[in-house]
Every structure is written in structure tokens, then in C-alpha cells.
């Protein structure tokens, strides 16, 4: 059963930077494009970013445009989301997505907290 896996996240200050992992133990991402999506209390789950299996294709939500950069290392199996001039409302559950033969498959997310 492929899992993945988001690590990284945490209580930071306004203006703060935090950088969050995703990995699939025991699969291999490295042929799929991935996405980060991240969920607000109260909002709809939406998406941040994605990146092409390759690596050489990313795009972004306008909101976080300049501040977040979106990456991987194929060769360490992992996805990364840089986040800096991080801002209250960047506060979500931030989650990684792969899709396989037509199949969404979610980590369980890790918790980003902006505040002073």
C-alpha cells in the first residue's frame, strides 16, 4: 500500500520559514508529478503547489507566488516545500498528493501554524 509521509511542520512566527518533506517509503516517486494542497480550518482543502516528475515544471497558488518554492531529489525519494515570509493565513494542515493509474493518494499531513 503506498503511503506517504509529510514531516516538517510546526508552530513558527509571522515572517518565518519552514520547510516541509514528503516521502513514500517502500515506493518511488520519482516517475509522478506531485502536488502540496494544504486545508485551513472552516476552508476547503486547496492546492499549493505541484511539481513535474522531473522536477523541472513547478507551479504555485497565486497567494503563496515568491515565498514558497516547491522541489524534489529523486534520488533521496522526497518532496520538499520551502515556505518562507510565512503569513497567519499560510495556517493549515498542509498534505502531499501523488496520483497513480487514476488513484489519489494522500499523507496524513502535518500542521503549519503562523502566529506571534
Known amino acids: 500500500q503506498l503511503q506517504l509521509v509529510e514531516s516538517g511542520g510546526g508552530l513558527v512566527q509571522p515572517g518565518g520559514s519552514l520547510s516541509l518533506s514528503c516521502a513514500a517509503p517502500?515506493?518511488?516517486?520519482?516517475?509522478?508529478?506531485i502536488n502540496w494542497f494544504r486545508q485551513a480550518p472552516g476552508k476547503e482543502r486547496e492546492g499549493v503547489a505541484c511539481i513535474s516528475s522531473s522536477g523541472r515544471t513547478t507551479n504555485y497558488v497565486d497567494s503563496v507566488k515568491g515565498r514558497f518554492t516547491i522541489s524534489r531529489d529523486n534520488a533521496k525519494n522526497t518532496v520538499y516545500l520551502q515556505m518562507n515570509s510565512l503569513k497567519p493565513e499560510d495556517t493549515a494542515v498542509y498534505y502531499c498528493?501523488?496520483?497513480?493509474?487514476?488513484?489519489?493518494?494522500w499523507g496524513q499531513g502535518t500542521q503549519v501554524t503562523v502566529s506571534s
Open positions: 498528493r501523488v496520483v497513480v493509474v487514476h488513484r489519489e493518494y
Open positions: 517502500g515506493f518511488t516517486l520519482g516517475g509522478y508529478a
